[in-house]
């Protein structure tokens, strides 16, 4: 019989708290405006209603992901954004090596592991985010 994994605990847990409290208390005013356009792009194009994850991160549906490292699982979100201080910080499941032509397109950006870095929206091709959000949900990493 099969042994069923345990669900590890993760400090990063949605909340309650307001998304657009949250978004308006950003004191740079370009981060905010990029904020709420980053929000209707991902809700646009996931149909979630969004939710704030910890203190935040501005999360999009949610699933159960395994760690290939540590084998445990825990509950994420499908896709989000953060508002981190040095730029906006995207959590999408994009293999970005296998789409460096559409990479190339998006403008000035730096990419980690889930994660897609933009210091503001004026820097990049919102069409070309769009079809990386939308690649993300598809799981057509």
């Known amino acids: ?24 208390s950003i004191n740079d005013e370009q981060k905010r405006e990029d904020s709420f356009t980053i929000l209707q792009m991902m809700k646009d194009a996931s149909g979630e209603e969004p939710v704030l994850w910890s203190s935040a991160i501005i999360g999009f549906g949610n699933k159960q992901v395994t760690s290939a490292a540590t084998g445990r699982t825990v509950n994420w979100l499908r896709i989000g954004f953060s508002p981190r201080k040095a730029n906006l910080s995207l959590y999408l499941t994009v293999n970005y090596e296998k789409h460096l032509d559409l990479m190339k397109e998006l403008g000035k950006h730096k990419t980690g592991v889930g994660c897609l ?3 503001k929206l004026d820097d990049i091709n919102l069409d070309v985010l769009r079809k990386i959000i939308k690649l993300s949900l598809d799981n057509l990493v």
């Open 117 to 119: 870095y933009i210091n």
């Open 1 to 24: 019989m099969a042994q069923k994994k345990k669900l590890a605990e993760i400090k990063t847990k949605p909340t309650q708290a307001s998304v657009d409290e949250f978004i308006n």
